[in-house]
């Protein structure tokens, strides 16, 4: 690859309770996913971070999630199609009046968190999703899970998608992340991290946690900003990626 787009999960701070640092993770990705309020975020902090990236020419996705601010969007739970529907359209809908406040648009959503990984390969919510962005936008890409059904399925609808990998996640022989509750899920050692994604963007393989080779067709690569050491290994990856000659820059 050419060029390769960096995400972060921004704007997950409310109140008085701060995660990351979403200034300095501006400075280096290409395209942030922001928290719309269900597990992290609040008005003020959204627009802060949203008028922060788009200073910094950076692009504006929609962080949805299951209504889990005490568990932060980690615990699965039971949704109704209607009923995700509509949240995943309210938190779609205040990014996108929050980011037209601050004079640039919501381009993409990502689920976060248990919803993310719940709708990888579950249909019913999976398809929920995907109609929510439909009704509220049909232009918007859909990023998830690289080779999950679940963008499959946003194709067949007729959204575009944006495959990614996770920098600083391990992977499982079967190309899923392996939970966190597991040891060694969460990888920390920004050089090696780096080196893994520049290895992955040069070859398209990237190895799971018994050693499996996994072929993986991605154009995004996420770096969680509530990780310790996110922005050094954000850095790091960037770094490597552009020395290497590789452009870091939006997807979309």
């Given at each position: 690859m050419a060029s390769v787009d960096l995400n972060g999960d921004l704007g997950e701070s409310y109140g008085a309770w701060k995660m990351g640092d979403d200034v300095a993770m501006l400075g280096v990705v290409s395209s942030a996913n922001?928290?719309?309020?269900?597990?992290?975020?609040?008005?003020?902090?959204?627009?802060?971070?949203?008028?922060?990236?788009?200073?910094?020419?950076?692009?504006?996705?929609?962080?949805?999630?299951?209504?889990?601010?005490?568990?932060?969007?980690?615990?699965?739970?039971?949704?109704?199609?209607?009923?995700?529907?509509?949240?995943?359209?309210y938190q779609i809908g205040a990014l996108q009046g929050i980011a037209k406040a601050?004079?640039?648009?919501?381009?993409?959503?990502?689920?976060?968190?248990?919803?993310?990984?719940?709708?990888?390969?579950?249909?019913?919510?999976?398809?929920?999703?995907?109609?929510?962005?439909?009704?509220?936008?049909?232009?918007?890409?859909?990023?998830?899970?690289a080779g999950a059904p679940l963008l499959d399925l946003a194709r067949a609808e007729g959204l575009a998608v944006m495959p990614e990998i996770f920098a600083d996640r391990a992977y499982t022989p079967q190309g899923l992340l392996v939970p966190r509750r597991e040891p060694g899920a969460?990888?920390?050692?920004?050089?090696?991290?780096?080196?893994?994604?520049?290895?992955?963007?040069?070859?398209?393989?990237?190895?799971?946690?018994?050693?499996?080779?996994?072929?993986?067709?991605?154009?995004?690569?996420?770096?969680?900003?509530?990780?310790?050491g996110a922005v050094a290994t954000a850095q790091a990856i960037r770094r490597l990626l552009e020395a290497g000659g590789i452009k870091v820059k939006p997807f979309v």
């Open positions: 922001i928290a719309c309020g269900f597990h992290g975020g609040d008005p003020a902090g959204m627009l802060k971070t949203v008028r922060n990236a788009a200073a910094c020419h950076v692009a504006v996705g929609a962080h949805v999630s299951y209504p889990d601010r005490a568990g932060f969007g980690r615990r699965n739970m039971d949704v109704a199609s209607e009923e995700l529907i509509g949240d995943v359209i601050a004079g640039t648009s919501v381009r993409y959503v990502k689920p976060h968190g248990a919803l993310y990984n719940h709708i990888t390969h579950h249909e019913c919510q999976g398809l929920a999703v995907i109609k929510a962005i439909k009704l509220i936008d049909p232009t918007l890409v859909l990023m998830g899970l969460v990888l920390h050692d920004a050089d090696h991290i780096a080196q893994r994604m520049l290895n992955f963007v040069r070859t398209g393989t990237l190895a799971a946690n018994d050693g499996t080779v996994l072929r993986i067709a991605a154009g995004s690569i996420c770096v969680h900003g509530d990780s310790p």
